[in-house]
């Protein structure tokens, strides 16, 4: 699992504050699933 990735891919060179909390939200969501899964 790459978040990092997913973060700046998400981000796509912008650095402005909706682009970064939407790209935290975005791997949030992500990891939130992912987490989930492997928990059960």
Do not use: C, P
Not at 17 to 38: G, P, Q
């Amino acid at each position: 699992m790459d978040l990092m990735g997913r973060f700046t891919g998400k981000l796509g060179g912008e650095t402005d504050f909706n682009s970064v909390r939407n790209a935290i939200e975005s791997v949030d969501v992500f990891f939130s699933s992912v987490l989930r899964k492997e928990a059960e």
